[in-house]
């Protein structure tokens, strides 16, 4: 298995005044448990709150868990939810994709040459990209960049939190059939995660349905939509016009 995640556990609290004592915690995550092999995609979803990202945050290495264990087969990156936010506006992208590469000590010839290779990944042109700044592009352009980024390291597991919840509809065809494409290509296993069952059904082979921080229903994807077994599950399923 590339990830093994055992009874994780993330709690937050919250002071009910400075003289006071904690409040009872937000159990953000509370004993989840899953695994992903090899080359495939395991997709969490659930409505906000319920510690998917939380979740995608502790095994990036973001947070640190209170509890549980989990071990991941590999080197590792993140996509984040909004581009724009992700990407420093203040540097050129070459800049912003190279700058990872200097803790890890690679010279500027092969940098350069793994930012070219990664913008080629992701269908952006080179040439015209990297000494541009992320305000000139589109939404679309941006997330291609923020996955250039990420492949820029080389990782065998990408954690995809909402990578495309902030694009119009139009757009997150295109970068999810490009996150399929890559993961063909590379051999990548995914953890994705989203609120929308319609792009988690296209993206996963199991998925993991995620409720109030524990997961509540897991299996492939065919059995998740064809015959759920969780009455949230179903609510969720049912809430899709097209379930």
């Not at 409040?23 to 495939?40: H, I, L, N, W």
């Not at 352009?141 to 080389?154: G, K, S, T, Y």
Request: with cysteine; net charge neutral.
């Amino acid at each position: 298995m590339m990830i093994e995640v055992t009874d994780l556990k993330k709690y937050f609290y919250k002071r009910k005044g400075f003289f006071s004592p904690s409040s009872d915690p937000v159990k953000a995550v509370d004993g989840v448990s899953f695994s992903v092999e090899k080359g495939s995609t395991f997709g969490l979803v659930g409505e906000s709150g319920c510690g998917k990202t939380t979740v995608a945050r502790i095994l990036s290495g973001i947070l640190e868990k209170d509890a549980g264990r989990f071990s991941i087969s590999g080197k590792r990156d993140m996509v984040f939810q909004d581009p724009f936010g992700s990407l420093n506006p203040r540097m050129h992208i070459y800049g912003i994709l190279s700058e990872s590469l200097k803790v890890s000590k690679v010279s500027p010839a092969e940098a350069r040459a793994r930012c070219v290779e990664a913008l080629e990944l992701v269908n952006l042109d080179p040439a015209g990209v990297m000494d541009k700044y992320p305000h000139q592009f589109s939404g679309g352009e941006r997330q291609r960049i923020a996955i250039a980024r990420a492949l820029v390291n080389r990782p065998e597991i990408l954690i995809l939190d909402e990578p495309v919840s902030s694009l119009d509809v139009s757009i997150q065809a295109g970068i999810l059939n490009l996150l399929k494409d890559l993961q063909e290509e590379k051999s990548l296993t995914y953890l994705f995660i989203s609120h929308d069952l319609r792009v988690v059904e296209f993206m996963s082979d199991t998925v993991g349905v995620m409720k109030n921080g524990k997961i509540v229903e897991c299996a492939s994807a065919k059995e998740i939509y064809s015959s759920p077994k969780h009455p949230y599950t179903r609510i969720l399923l049912e809430a899709v016009p097209s379930f």
